[in-house]
Structures are given as C-alpha cells and as structure tokens.
Nanobody, 124 residues
Framework: VQLQACGGGLVQAGGSLRLSCAATGDPNSINGMAWFRQAPGLEREFVAATRWRGGGTYYSDSVKGRFTIPRDSAKGTVYLQMNSLKPEDTAVYYC??????????????????WGQGTLVTVSS
C-alpha cells in the first residue's frame, strides 16, 4: 500500500486549503484513513479520521468545526478540507491508512501506512 499526499502550500489566516491523499495497492489493507500533523519541535498529532464505509468521522478539538474529511472510496482518496485557517495550523500534514479498531481511530498506532507529508503554512 502506498499513500500519496498533496495540496499543501502557503495561505493567509482565514483562508482555505484542501489536501488530498490517494491510496494505491491492496484495498483490503485499509478500512480507515486519517490525517495527522506535526509542527516544528512538537509531536505528531491527530487531526481527523474516517472509515471508507460508514463508521463516522473523528476530529481533534482544535480543528472541529473548521476542518472536514470527505472521502471518495471508489477512487481510494481522502481529503482534508481546511477552512478558517489559523497560524497555529502551520505544520507538515501526513495522511495515514490502516485497519484501526474504533478506539485507535485517533491514534498513530492505529495506522500501518503513512504518506510522505505535505507542508501547510498559514501566515498571519
């Protein structure tokens, strides 16, 4: 399984950006996808997660109401729609895929596959 993320860039505070992550390979290896992010000097943190089919969506408190995680399971692609961006959203964003159990949907250990990361910079 390979995950290819793209869509990062520079945006002003209050603006929007959409990241994409395409999964290729064995479709049975993944039933959930997530986004994590890592700011300089900080640990990688959970942002949002979803299952390919049903199962709801999950968001960190810091992005709830501003970010959404739409998916196109037929294309094997998950997105991160980021609205009302803030400078504190600046980070490298990573997509992740795997077969996490429900209690691990928001945890790094729930995911076996990781994309290469894409940088999002929000200027004030």
């Amino acid at each position: 399984v390979q995950l290819q993320a793209c869509g990062g860039g520079l945006v002003q505070a209050g603006g929007s950006l959409r990241l994409s992550c395409a999964a290729t390979g064995d479709p049975n290896s993944i039933n959930g996808m997530a986004w994590f992010r890592q700011a300089p000097g900080l640990e990688r943190e959970f942002v949002a997660a979803t299952r390919w089919r049903g199962g709801g969506t999950y968001y960190s408190d810091s992005v709830k109401g501003r970010f959404t995680i739409p998916r196109d399971s037929a294309k094997g692609t998950v997105y991160l729609q980021m609205n009302s961006l803030k400078p504190e959203d600046t980070a490298v964003y990573y997509c992740a895929g795997g077969r996490p159990i429900t209690s691990s949907m928001t945890m790094r250990r729930g995911y076996s596959y990781w994309g290469q990361g894409t940088l999002v910079t929000v200027s004030s």
